[in-house]
T-cell receptor, first 115, second 113 residues
Framework: ETGVTQTPRHLVMGMTNKKSLKCEQH?????MYWYKQSAKKPLELMFV???????ENNSVPSRFSPECPNSSHLFLHLHTLQPEDSALYLC??????????????FGQGTRLTVV | GENVEQHPSTLSVQEGDSAVIKCTYS??????FPWYKQELGKGPQLIID?????GEKKDQRIAVTLNKTAKHFSLHITETQPEDSAVYFC????????????FGKGTHLIIQP
């Protein structure tokens, strides 16, 4: 166990559905991240939160909406997704986002399938 | 932005032999280079990392080398075992965790018994 828990592990949703992914970290970290992992592509950083404030948004479509109510929880709200959004969504956390060489701990991911 | 290239995409070695995975990066400001191992159904897990002020780091059967001039770094696994079979990712970061990590595409390492 890495101390980062994601739910659900698997999710199948239609293009008109609204769903949310949840991430919780038990490490006392100050930064949390959402990554997208597609087949044969590098992990793509989607969002970065530092002390509950968003500091990075790598041009992610608005159909993905993050929420960070506190430093231990991170959500990714999904609506009107496309089939190409099917991927493994990984949450990660790190101690201090402004410190060089901070190890990132990953959750097990949510396997999302959009039908 | 940073761009990380990783080779090979698939590597098959006999159990007990060594495996080497290589990565190059583009941003000369990058100063942190972690390696992650991802097993089936799990998230990536850090196995070793190296900072720009060090040329080599070793942890039991795993070692990483860094050549800042050439902007490449490599993962070396010696005396490979079946449990080493997984996908390995290299990554680079220039500004700390807030910039996130830029990952390579991954190498699927297969250990043949």
């Amino acid at each position: 166990e890495t101390g980062v828990t994601q739910t659900p592990r698997h999710l199948v949703m239609g293009m008109t559905n609204k769903k949310s992914l949840k991430c919780e970290q038990h490490l006392g970290h100050n930064a949390m991240y959402w990554y997208k992992q597609s087949a044969k592509k590098p992990l793509e950083l989607m969002f970065v939160y530092s002390l509950e404030e968003r500091v990075e948004n790598n041009s992610v479509p608005s159909r993905f909406s993050p929420e960070c109510p506190n430093s231990s929880h991170l959500f990714l709200h999904l609506h009107t997704l496309q089939p190409e959004d099917s991927a493994l969504y990984l949450c990660a956390s790190s101690q201090d986002p402004w410190q060089i060489s901070t190890e990132a701990f990953f959750g097990q991911g949510t396997r999302l399938t959009v039908v | 932005g940073e761009n990380v290239e990783q080779h090979p995409s698939t590597l098959s070695v006999q159990e007990g032999d060594s495996a080497v995975i290589k990565c190059t990066y583009s941003d000369s400001a990058s100063n942190y280079f972690p390696w992650y191992k991802q097993e089936l159904g799990k998230g990536p897990q850090l196995i070793i990392d190296i900072r720009s002020n060090v040329g080599e780091k070793k942890d039991q059967r795993i070692a990483v080398t860094l050549n800042k001039t050439a902007k490449h770094f490599s993962l070396h696994i010696t005396e490979t075992q079946p449990e080493d079979s997984a996908v390995y990712f290299c990554a680079a970061s220039s500004g700390g965790g807030a910039d996130g990590l830029t990952f390579g595409k991954g190498t699927h390492l297969i250990i043949q018994p």
